[in-house]
């Protein structure tokens, strides 16, 4: 199986940060951030974004693109694949 660490592979998960943070935090493995002072509110997350991202990068790459976008879709959000 292809996991999304292939660089021509692309996907785009589209949240909004504050009705679903919760579950994101579920889903990437940080279940902890949900009430972190430095993670549990959007103003808090914005100075931590390159390490947030970061981490989902990091689930994506355990999962291939159709389990990542299955299980964002299923517990976070819409998402879909894009190849260059």
């Not at 999304?4 to 940080?30: N, Y």
């Not at 103003?43 to 931590?48: D, E, F, Q, V």
Request: charged share 25%.
């Amino acid at each position: 199986m292809q996991g999304l660490g292939d660089r021509s592979e692309r996907l785009h998960l589209f949240h909004h940060q504050a009705p679903v943070w919760e579950k994101i935090c579920d889903v990437i493995g940080e279940p902890g951030w949900k009430t972190h002072a430095d993670y549990a509110k959007p103003p808090a997350r914005l100075s931590r974004l390159n390490e947030i991202f970061a981490r989902i990068e990091q689930w994506t790459m355990t999962k291939t693109k159709f389990e990542a976008m299955e299980i964002s879709t299923r517990t976070t959000s819409p998402a879909g694949r894009s190849c260059r």
